[in-house]
């Protein structure tokens, strides 16, 4: 078994999903340039990246590459620019302040206290998402609704003090971004056959079992309220900007 044929479904308006993602991006393209996606190489964001291929959409791609994230997921970011033959941006954390935490706080410091997680994912996920979006209008997300009682909210276009964010997924659900990938052969990653619905930084994911919510493998030592590393949910959307407004 494996993800596709684990979790592969369209819903019935399956196909209209993909006319209203597609509508999105190519007025944010246009609308918000310049405009770039942030990719966590995850299925979703597999599925973002394709569309922008396929239909030739003008977005930058970038990977926060954290210095703490799976083999597994640094070889798909090489499968990647190979498939689709184009680079990818790549942020790193600043190696004096990643270094310094490390020292001070040792390896684990995640899983000490709810403080020191988020210093951790300040230094290796927010400070580098600043500089790649710097200078930007608009980025891309591969953010779902289905995906967390956090993100029940997400809407397909959000304005943030400085930029847009487009969610062109959010409304698919899991079954339908399967579906995508299989139809479309989207590279993806392997830890998605093993139980790993959500991958973030290694010591930070794990795999989840039958019954579990799609984002329990993450940050599992902690409450659920506290499961964001602030990329996403951090009270910066200040309004929703209704879809009509750009497609
Ligand atoms: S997810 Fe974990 S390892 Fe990655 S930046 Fe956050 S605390 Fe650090």
Not at 68 to 91: C, F, M, N, P
Not at 141 to 164: F, K, N, P, W
Not at 206 to 229: H, I, N, P, Y
């Amino acid at each position: 078994m494996n993800a596709i044929s684990l979790y592969a479904k369209p819903s019935a308006d399956f196909e209209a999903k993909i006319v209203e993602s597609v509508a999105l991006l190519r007025g944010a393209a246009q609308e918000f340039a310049p405009i770039t996606q942030a990719s966590s190489l995850g299925a979703e964001d597999m599925v973002v990246t394709d569309l922008l291929h396929r239909f030739q959409m003008q977005s930058g791609i970038f990977v926060l590459e954290t210095g703490k994230l799976h083999a597994e997921t640094l070889d798909l970011l090489e499968r990647l620019q190979s498939h689709y033959g184009r680079e990818v941006e790549i942020y790193r954390p600043v190696a004096e302040a990643a270094t310094a935490f490390v020292a001070e706080n040792g390896e684990e410091a995640m899983y000490r206290s709810l403080e020191l997680r988020k210093a951790c994912c300040h230094i290796r996920k927010m400070e580098p998402l600043e500089r790649a979006l710097a200078g930007k209008r608009g980025w891309i997300t591969g953010l779902r609704r289905e995906q967390s009682g956090a993100r029940a909210e997400v809407e397909l276009i959000e304005e943030q003090a400085e930029r847009v964010k487009i969610n062109p997924l959010a409304n698919w659900t899991w079954g339908d971004v399967w579906h995508y990938i299989a139809t479309h052969q989207v590279p993806y990653n392997p830890l998605h056959d093993q139980f790993f619905p959500s991958i973030g930084c290694a010591p930070c994911t794990r795999a989840v079992t039958l019954g579990e919510d799609f984002r329990s493998g993450r940050w599992w030592w902690e409450q659920e309220s506290a499961k964001e590393c602030g990329l996403h949910v951090d009270g910066a959307v200040s309004s929703i900007i209704p879809i009509r407004a750009i497609a």
